[in-house]
């Protein structure tokens, strides 16, 4: 390129700091270092380059902050084909803005397959969480001729990929670390043109089949994938790798990107510990149509085919309409006539989202940031989880200032660019896609039918009672497998002790034999709620009469309807199935799962002396001789050994016979 050094992947949709030096000075004058954290934090929420990148690395470093209320610690070792360590400092300013604390180890250039054969190397004492593989394609590709054939090509990607599949076990047996691989970056030159693609051997072609099978392997062996490769086409390979910068100090990944790539890692961490987003919220007038559907009317508003604005407007809508249908929950905030604004969806004749595709509607003339605590209330998903899209400047600036945990997406002032905005920022970052995901958007209906139940009965006996639950449980199987993951990782308010497990974890407990893997389904008249809850219990290490409910979590969308109790009245059972006679269990308080602050003792449980009382941790015992089951509203059913059953089978209204209800104990305690 001319004119100076390569210019890297803007991040366009983070808004420019106010002074960056002035906010760095102010966070570093704090007297609390979780207070100059804070502002670190709101500063890595900006749009920086690399070398403000590195600016408040230095900072965060100087702060020496390794746990804060709030942040989630995470130990990532990169191994590499190539120097990387220009990566680490963004890769920790990224992680703020997930409130994440990221340590970095770096391998020594090269050294990766001996860094993790060596049990003593540092990588082994590092002990990460998280392992991602930086990999350049050379390697995998130096043995190709361009005279090669098809099977030729495939047996060298072949023997490439099994042997980093070996590596990836390797890497998970360091304390069950989870596996990252980078998908490689084709910087090769053509050696036939255009014709490049038809040739099996040429450089392109076979980077594009090693990426290929790279991904595939990575699927089955629940591997998660850093996909650079697709950035690069997007951003164009001048972006991304710059190769003076190779052949002075193999750098595959120029500084310029640097920021980018430093998100782009974290984001994957951040979806495994559940901070993903959840429901975007959209803003109406000029965003999702253009135009003010007060002023100009049905008629006068842009949308659809004809203009070129319309056409944008009318693609935000289609993203939108795809987001929801991967699980994303949509909601409205637009300060309307909610008639006018309901009567758009329902009659212009190119409106592509319908108001049924809203969970929750804020039309109204209030003050958005209090419309969005409403929205997140109605839906019962913290606030963090929402990305509020509006192209107002000031309605933005306004939500920011008043709720910095909601993401606010700056967007372009051509609407032309509003979808790829959104898409670039990634804030609905996935690492598995299940059954529950694509029934999402028709769970969070059922929702709004089950408040509809709760605001006509006259009591909540008469609610419950009136839902007709019938829970469906028994242990962790392959068929669920991914769910089970995906839930006890994204899972934070019920979330007794918020660790987090790897899938290949998680097999592994399932082949144990003195383990205890309890899942939950609530069904009910309105329909099935799904995979809502899991159960991991496990021997202690110095009592062969107790388990330890190593972890426990429920979703948010059955808060409230005694299934906590009913999982407990089974987990009983199970336990004293194995010959136990106590269940331990720790609750690790988070900001976030306060909720569940008083499970314990409400379930009859007595809090005994923690062997290790870190973090406000506190350990709690149940004698199983004295408890007493529980009454509730739910029938019990354990899990049919025939999967493939369909599910209405065990509805409580088509097969309540079926259902076996454990005997009940009216103790007096609540439903």
């Not at 366009?12 to 106010?18: D, H, M, Y």
């Not at 629940?222 to 996909?227: E, I, K, S, T």
């Not at 940031?369 to 963090?384: E, P």
């Not at 419950?464 to 449980?473: E, H, N, P, Q, S």
Request: net charge negative.
């Amino acid at each position: 390129m001319q004119g100076g050094a390569p210019r890297g992947p803007m991040m366009n949709w983070l808004p420019i700091a106010r002074d960056f030096r002035e906010d760095l000075g102010v966070a570093l004058a704090q007297a609390k270092p979780t207070d100059g954290l804070e502002g670190l934090a709101s500063l890595a929420a900006c749009r920086l380059g690399f070398l403000e990148t590195i600016q408040l690395d230095r900072a965060l470093a100087r702060l020496g902050v390794k746990e804060a209320p709030g942040y989630a610690p995470v130990r990532l070792a990169i191994l590499a084909s190539s120097t990387v360590d220009h990566l680490s400092p963004a890769i920790r300013v990224a992680g703020l803005r997930r409130k994440l604390l990221i340590d970095v180890h770096s391998g020594a250039y090269g050294q990766y397959r001996q860094d993790l054969l060596d049990p003593d190397s540092a990588l082994h004492r590092f002990a990460p969480q998280a392992v991602l593989f930086s990999l350049s394609a050379r390697e995998a590709i130096a043995g190709v001729a361009p005279t090669a054939t098809a099977a030729e090509v495939d047996g060298v990607v072949g023997r490439f990929v099994s042997e980093l599949r070996s590596l990836w076990r390797k890497a998970r047996e360091i304390g069950g670390a989870a596996v990252i691989q980078q998908t490689f970056l084709d910087v090769s030159e053509p050696l036939f043109g255009g014709y490049d693609r038809m040739v099996p051997g040429a450089p392109a072609t076979v980077v594009a089949r090693l990426n290929d099978q790279v991904c595939e392997a990575a699927g089955r062996d629940g591997v998660l994938v850093l996909d650079i490769a697709r950035a690069s086409q997007r951003d164009g390979i001048d972006a991304w790798f710059d190769v003076g910068r190779w052949l002075q100090g193999k750098l595959e990944i120029a500084p310029q990107a640097a920021p980018l790539y430093g998100d782009l890692a974290p984001r994957i961490l951040g979806a495994q510990r559940g901070l993903s987003k959840k429901c975007l919220v959209l803003d109406l007038d000029n965003t999702l149509w253009g135009g003010v559907i007060g002023d100009d009317g049905l008629d006068g508003i842009v949308l659809g085919e004809g203009s070129a604005a319309g056409e944008a407007h009318l693609a935000l809508q289609h993203y939108a309409k795809q987001l929801k249908e991967r699980g994303v929950v949509l909601a409205v905030c637009s300060k309307n006539d909610a008639k006018i604004a309901e009567a758009a969806f329902r009659d212009h004749p190119e409106m592509v989202l319908r108001r049924s595709d809203f969970a929750a509607f804020q039309a109204n003339w209030d003050d958005k940031a209090q419309n969005l605590k409403a929205i997140a209330a109605r839906l019962n998903i913290g606030i963090d989880s929402l990305v509020f899209v509006d192209d107002n400047p000031i309605e933005r600036a306004r939500v920011r200032q008043s709720l910095p945990m909601v993401a606010v997406p700056e967007l372009p002032e051509d609407p032309a660019h509003y979808v790829r905005c959104l898409a670039e920022a990634g804030y609905f970052e996935a690492i598995a896609f299940t059954a529950e995901d694509r029934d999402r958007a028709q769970s969070y209906a059922a929702n709004a039918e089950r408040e509809a139940l709760l605001g006509s009965a006259e009591s909540m006996e008469d609610f419950l009672r009136g839902l007709a639950m019938t829970a469906v449980y028994g242990p962790f199987t392959a068929v669920d497998h991914a769910r089970v993951v995906q839930l006890i990782n994204k899972t934070n308010q019920f979330n007794t002790t918020t660790r987090r497990y790897a899938g290949d974890e998680i097999a592994r407990i399932m082949e144990e034999p003195d383990a205890v893997t309890l899942q939950f389904r609530l069904l009910d008249r309105v329909g099935d709620n799904g995979l809502v809850s899991t159960m991991i219990l496990r021997p202690t290490p110095d009592d062969d009469e107790a388990l330890e409910i190593e972890n426990w979590v429920m979703s948010c969308r059955v808060f409230g309807r005694e299934l906590e109790y009913e999982a407990m009245n089974i987990a009983v059972e199970a336990a004293k199935e194995r010959g136990a006679r106590t269940l331990v269990a720790d609750y690790i308080p988070t900001p976030k799962n306060d909720v569940i602050s008083r499970l314990y003792p409400t379930l009859g449980f007595t809090e005994v002396d923690s062997p290790t009382p870190a973090n406000g941790a506190t350990r709690w015992a149940l004698d199983l001789a004295d408890y007493v089951t529980r009454k509730t509203h739910i029938v019990v059913q354990e899990q049919p050994d025939d999967r493939s059953r369909d599910l209405d089978q065990i509805h409580p209204h088509s097969s309540r016979p079926v259902a076996r209800r454990l005997d009940r104990v009216d103790d007096g305690n609540p439903a």
